[in-house]
Each structure stands twice: as C-alpha cells, then as structure tokens.
C-alpha cells in the first residue's frame, strides 16, 4: 500500500453530493488490522479512530503509536476522535498530529480546554471537529462552531460498541444542522453520526442531515463490502 502524504483542506476536498462512509477501526478484525485495512482502502472517506482515556469513557482504547502505523498503511484521511478528560486534550491532540492524524475532534464538553486543543489542532496543520455525548444539549457545541469543520453527534452511550440508536439522534442531528446554518456554517462544515449505524438508521440518519455515518460492524461484518458502499452512496441526499 502506499505511504500517505499529508495536505491541508483534507475535509474541504470531500465529496458534499453523497453520504460519507468513516471507518471506525475500532470495529476492524484487531488482529488482521493490516489485512482488513487493505480491503476497506477503496471504499474508505475517512479512517475514525477512537481514542478513550478510561475516564471520560468506560474503557481505554488506542494510542498515538497506532495512528502512526496506520499513517503508513493508508492514502486516506485519518480521524482522530479523542474521548478524553479536558486536563490532557490539549496534549493528546499534540500526540496524534504528530503521529498523522489529519483531523481530530475534541469533545464539546472540554469546554476551554476543548477549544485550545482545537486551535492547536490548526496551527499544526491538522482540521479540527467537535463532538457531543448523547446527553449533552445541542447548544453545548455552539461556541465551537465557527472554528471546526466537522460535527459529530454521538447516537448511543459514549465509548462502547454494539448499541442500539437512541430515538434521541435524529433531533439531535437536525438542531445541530440548525446551529450550523445561523452561525453561517453550513456549507463548511461536515455533520457526522458516531453509533448506533445500522442498515435501518442510516436513512432515517441522513434524512435528518447526517452526512457522513461510522461504520463499524455494518461494513466490516458485511462480506458484500462493495455492495454495502453502493448502497450507501446511493441513498438520497438530504432534502
Ligand atoms: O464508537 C463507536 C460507537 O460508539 C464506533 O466507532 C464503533 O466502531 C461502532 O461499532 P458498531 O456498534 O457500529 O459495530
């Protein structure tokens, strides 16, 4: 495979007419991650690779070393998502710049922190995106919104694979596009949904403005991988 080389307006450069498909690695065969990464390389928009503290999250998952590695094996985009206490985002987001991820999202409920770490995030000429837990308010993520180019909505509890969409996500996701429209951003930022991605909630997902989706098991499990990306680019684009 080959090495990627890193460029600004990474987000900017995706395609706007059709849903976005992020891979969560998380969701990869961990101990063929190599193999499993070259058969998802065509189909892959973005990489999502999860980063948990253990505090934040209930359990602890990846590590700069990994996104470095991963760098090395892909010409596609990595995004970093980092759920991690405010008192270490800053430098996290450091670490994994400096590994290559080329977008990373901090968590709205950083607060302050959260905000630095997102400057930082740009002067070291990495994208930066802000992310909400499913019980934090929408608003939360409004001071964000004129810095970042990527919103993600969490659809089920933080930190743990395999959940069911909460009935919550679709308002969520349409008072976030709301909020993006009147603080004039609409058109630069990309608006994600993070859980609960199934072959039932993905329409309902983008019908509610999602335009981009993490799979997990939907595209690692499906053995029809190509199939299961046709399908996805194929549905409508939000009215
Ligand atoms: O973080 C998450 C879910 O919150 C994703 O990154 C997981 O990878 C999703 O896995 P599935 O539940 O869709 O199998």
């Known amino acids: 495979m080959t090495s990627k080389s890193l460029s600004g307006g990474t987000i900017a450069a995706l395609p706007r007419h059709r849903l976005l498909g992020e891979f969560s690695l998380w969701s990869a065969d961990l101990a ?7 058969r998802i390389e065509p189909y ?13 999250t209930p359990g602890f998952l990846f590590f700069p070393d990994f996104v470095a590695r991963i760098a090395k094996l892909t010409a596609k985009p990595i995004h970093v998502h980092l759920m991690v206490e405010a ?7 450091r670490q994994f710049i400096e590994a290559g991820a080329d977008l990373v999202s901090v968590h709205a409920e950083n607060g302050e922190a959260g905000l630095r770490a997102v400057a930082l995030a740009k002067e070291l000429g990495a994208e930066a995106g802000v992310v909400l837990r499913l019980e934090t308010p929408v608003a939360k993520a409004e001071p964000f919104l004129t810095e970042v180019a990527f919103f993600t909505l969490l659809g089920t509890s933080i930190g743990v694979k395999g959940q069911s ?11 976030a596009r709301s909020l993006m ?13 993070d859980g609960g991605i199934r072959e039932q909630t ?18 690692f499990g499906d053995m029809d991988l190509p199939g299961r990306i046709a399908w996805l680019h194929a549905l409508e684009i939000r009215p």
Do not use: W, Y
């Open 165 to 175: 969409l909460s009935d919550k996500a679709c308002d969520r996701l349409r008072e």
């Open 87 to 93: 008192e270490i985002v800053e430098e996290q987001t």
């Open 181 to 193: 429209k009147r603080a004039g951003r609409e058109k630069d930022i990309v608006l994600a949904a």
């Open 202 to 219: 993905v329409p309902l997902l983008r019908a509610a403005g999602a335009e981009t989706v993490v799979l997990g098991s939907l595209a």
């Open 32 to 38: 063929n991650m190599e193999r499993d990464l070259h």
């Open 44 to 56: 892959v928009d973005l990489h999502h690779i999860d980063v948990a503290d253990a505090r934040f």
